[in-house]
């Protein structure tokens, strides 16, 4: 299920919130476990078992950890090694065994090797972390055993957050999982936020996408110079509102439940460095890379030599983290080698030039970045790429080139604004009294628009059926 | 915020969410939906092998959206908003000047055509008698200049001179016929079809091709049937608010024209004009009662020549135009008359009711995209 469907917002959500509120305290963790196989469920039915399975093992790899560490640190270690070694195994199967069987049989005498056309379970990247971050910390002492089997399950399976982040460490809610005080401030606050996030992944990303798939799927001799960036242009904002509005729902609905989670995206594009650009894009899978790989590789203590190491590695992993395609893996790298050279040398210089330049140059690096994500094979990214240079075969541009622009200029005026936090400011610098009477408005306004989208999605008429 | 901010924020969010959970629980599901001109999604059956083959959920979420109480609203909502901010179409239609929708069009698939055409072509060459080959274009050819500047639409003119270098066949410049009356009401605004009045240049066009003197406008006194009709485009485009079409004919059926039509297992009596379905959505059908496998139409006219004409729906308006000039006009849909095509050919067809003369009638879109043309044999 997804949150931004007719099917979520009219009938899961008021029926979980709903019994959420009525029922005693004690039995609103053991709903929410309910619910949250419900909506996990919904695709793919099968798959519980799977969840169902993840949240066992963890369970009783944290009972068996927080025992021996103790008195046994070697046997934790143990325990610890041999359920991080399940999660990934899990994660390695279900999501790139078919891209690692069709590699290796294009080595001769591996052809036998067959692809098993799995069909990836929603969410496993964002819920192996998530659970693997649970032993971990019990072992380094950063957090106690949960020994109640249905709040580790609720931490788990927690809707919110379940299929696309944010990636909360179970240290970050361990103290939320037992008793969540709730009020009215923070349900409201979760609203607002609900609000934003709908609005900017129905409203913005979904419109702005489908340029996208126009430009995408254009053939190289129709690919102009200046119609490749706005397909590429639209793109970006296209994933920055789609991830960042899913990642507000998620907080927002969190909110609604009495949660706190951690933010995940900070105004990435008004970055002045790529480095800078990570810190603010996906933080949270930024953070537990740092916390539960680049930090235990050594980080930065082990010499300048072992840092840069720690860095590509770190980097291979995030982007191949992404997807199962190879192309992923070199979007890692990719940024890799921009943090590098930032590392060694660019950022002293770009803290001292002006700060256009730094702005320019990294939302470049994002854009052209965005190529090699989206694109699903090297000679795809290759005429995208030349298009964009100016080498392709479709020439400077062309009439259809300025009908998109002129049709969607209007939204990508909205969207570029919207990517930068002057809206806030504003709206934050408004009297008490404005903000009062406006934000129930613009709560009903979006909630009204976006309803109107989401009934008009699937309007897929067979106009001849009847004729 | 203040508290008494935070606890209008909830009911606003939580009365929104469940006042139309309970609309949509109370509130009968529909079926058929006139603005859209088609069945909405029922309640899926629930069974574990549906849920288990992930047919349950995704038939459920298009029946939330379906059923969603007062779609047409948001519908209409939703294409407000995109016109607001600035886009010149909604579902891939133009919301062109004088409430004309008009969508653009797409090149054929490339194999698709020269399979059609090279079918047209080898029936040409082996029918026995004359075949004259017409192909329609539609609103977004003929009144392109109302199209969004620089919007897509592949040019259809330029599908019609391919098809026509290779067709082999005496073919009919419908083309031309249209666009010197661009400026009339020769396209319907909501709907893919021509108007009686565009009917009516192709029928001048056709009788001069064919050595035959038509009838002048002048001879014809058209009469307004409906002042309601909101066709498939206006169906397909959530664009609601502009204005209805006309639909007029310009002549009655004569009391001596017979029509029978081949539909079901016996040949039942039909009519050039079927004024129930002014009634219904579907008011086009209106000419010759929709489309049929098979019509025959006989008239008093038995010294005329016999023709067969193998067509899309554009014609069922063009034929009454034809009563006074041909003692029988059949009309054959190849997309419905595949079974009794499986063991004849239409040159038997020709042969066995001594056809004179064989009209190929498409637009320009159904010709690019239908698959059983090649059935022409």
Redo the contacts between chains.
């Keep these: 299920m997804v949150f931004s ?3 979520f ?3 899961y ?3 979980v ?2 019994v959420y509120y009525i029922v005693p305290l004690k039995w609103r963790n053991p709903w929410l476990f309910v619910v949250n196989l419900v909506f996990y469920g ?5 798959y519980i078992l799977l969840m169902l399975f993840s949240i066992i093992i963890n369970y009783i790899s944290g009972i068996y950890v927080g025992k021996y560490r103790e008195d046994n640190i070697k046997k934790a270690k143990s325990v610890l090694v041999f359920n991080i070694i399940i999660n990934l195994a899990m994660l390695m199967f279900f999501k790139y065994y078919d891209l690692f069987a069709n590699t290796l049989r294009l080595i001769p005498g591996l052809e036998f090797i067959q692809p098993l056309g799995i069909a990836l379970p929603i969410g496993i990247s964002f819920y192996t972390f998530q659970t693997m971050s649970y032993p971990i910390d019990i072992y380094r002492g950063d957090s106690d055993v949960q020994k109640n089997f249905i709040s580790f399950g609720t931490f788990v399976a927690l809707f919110p957050q379940l299929i696309a982040g944010p990636i909360i460490r179970y240290k970050d809610v361990a103290s939320q999982l037992g008793f969540r005080a709730s009020s ?2 923070q ?3 979760g ?2 936020r609900f ?1 934003i996030g709908l609005a900017k992944k129905v409203l913005i990303a979904n419109n702005i996408g489908k340029l996208w798939d126009t430009y995408s799927a254009m053939a190289s001799s129709d690919l102009t110079f200046v119609g490749s960036w706005i397909g590429i242009v639209a793109f970006s904002l296209q994933i920055y509102f789609d991830f960042s509005g899913y990642s507000d729902m998620a907080v927002g609905l969190g909110r609604m439940l009495g949660f706190e989670f951690m933010e995940n995206f900070n105004y990435p594009y008004i970055s002045h460095s790529v480095t800078e650009f990570w810190r603010r894009w996906h933080i949270s899978l930024g953070t537990w890379f740092r916390d539960y790989v680049y930090i235990p590789l050594g980080g930065n203590r082990k010499g300048k030599a072992r840092q840069l190491l720690n860095i590509c590695i770190v980097w291979a992993l995030t982007g191949f983290w992404h997807g199962a395609n190879w192309t992923f893996l070199l979007w890692g790298l990719y940024y890799a080698v921009f943090l590098i050279i930032e590392k060694l040398y660019l950022l002293d210089a770009l803290n001292r030039a002006p700060k256009f330049i730094g702005h320019f140059y990294t939302i470049l690096v994002a854009v052209c970045g965005w190529v090699l994500f989206q694109l699903n094979s090297l000679s795809e990214c290759g005429v995208y790429y030349k298009a964009m240079f100016g080498l392709g075969d479709g020439g400077f541009v062309s ?2 080139d ?2 998109y622009f ?6 990508f005026a ?1 969207a570029i604004i919207a990517c930068t936090p002057l809206a806030k400011n504003l709206f934050d610098r408004l009297p ?1 009294k404005a ?2 009477f406006s ?2 408005a613009l ?2 306004l979006a ?3 976006c ?9 897929n ?3 001849y ?3 | ?10 009911i ?3 009365a ?3 006042v ?2 309970v609309i ?1 629980l109370i509130l009968p599901d529909k079926g ?1 939906s006139e603005r ?4 909405l999604t029922k309640a899926p059956e629930f069974t574990l092998e549906s ?2 083959s ?1 047919k349950f ?1 995704s038939k ?3 029946y ?3 059923q ?1 109480a007062f ?1 047409d609203s ?2 209409t ?3 407000r ?1 995109e016109f607001a ?5 909604n ?1 891939g239609v133009y919301l062109c000047g004088n409430d004309t929708l008009i969508e653009g069009y797409k090149p054929p698939d490339k194999k698709q055509l020269d399979t059609n055409i090279s079918a047209v072509k080898d029936f040409s060459e082996n029918a026995g008698v004359p075949v004259y080959f017409a192909l329609v274009p539609g609103n977004s050819e003929i009144n392109s200049r109302l199209i ?5 639409n592949s040019s259809q003119n330029e599908i019609i001179d391919y098809c026509y270098e290779k067709s082999g066949a005496k073919n009919i410049d419908i083309y031309s016929a249209l666009a010197d009356h661009a400026d009339e009401y020769i396209f319907y605004r909501t709907d893919h079809h021509w108007t009686s009045l565009g009917a009516f240049y192709a029928y001048e066009k056709l009788m001069d091709s064919m050595g035959i003197a038509p009838a002048p406008l002048s001879s014809f006194s058209p009469v307004t049937v409906s002042d309601s009709f909101y066709g ?1 485009i206006y ?2 485009s ?1 664009i609601s608010w502009v204005k209805p079409d006309t639909i007029e004919i310009f002549t009655e059926q004569d009391d001596t024209t017979e029509v029978m039509n081949y539909s079901g297992a016996e040949p039942s009596e039909g009519k050039l004009y079927d004024y129930a379905f002014l009634g219904k959505k ?1 008011k086009y ?1 209106m000419f010759m009662g ?2 049929t496998p098979l019509s025959t139409i006989k008239t008093k006219n038995t010294e005329a020549p016999s023709i067969l004409i193998i067509r899309d ?1 554009y014609v069922n308006s063009l034929i009454p135009f034809l009563q006074n000039d041909f003692s029988e006009i059949h009309v054959m849909d190849l997309r419905y008359y595949k079974v009794q095509l499986m063991t004849s050919t239409v040159t038997d067809y020709i042969k066995e009711h001594d056809i004179d003369e064989v009209l190929i009638c498409y637009s320009v879109y159904n010709f690019g995209t239908d698959a059983n043309v090649f059935m022409l044999r």
């Design positions: 469907s007719i099917l917002m009219f009938i959500l008021p029926v919130l709903a919904w695709g793919e039915p099968v009215a401030e349900f409201a606050s609203i607002r609000s009439p259809v300025s009908y002129t049709s969607f200029a209007v939204m909205i008490q903000k009062s934000t129930p709560i009903l909630l009204i628009v309803t109107g989208y989401l009934v008009d999605a699937t309007y008429p067979f106009l059926f009847r004729f | 915020m203040t508290k008494r901010s935070s606890w209008i924020q909830i606003i969010f939580t929104f969410i469940s139309f959970f949509n058929f859209e001109n088609r069945e849920l288990f992930k959920g459920f979420e298009s939330t959206t379906d969603f779609r948001w519908t909502l939703k294409a908003c901010v600035g886009k010149k179409e579902k969004p500047q620089n919007a897509p498939t169906s397909q959530g579907d059908s929709g489309n729906s």
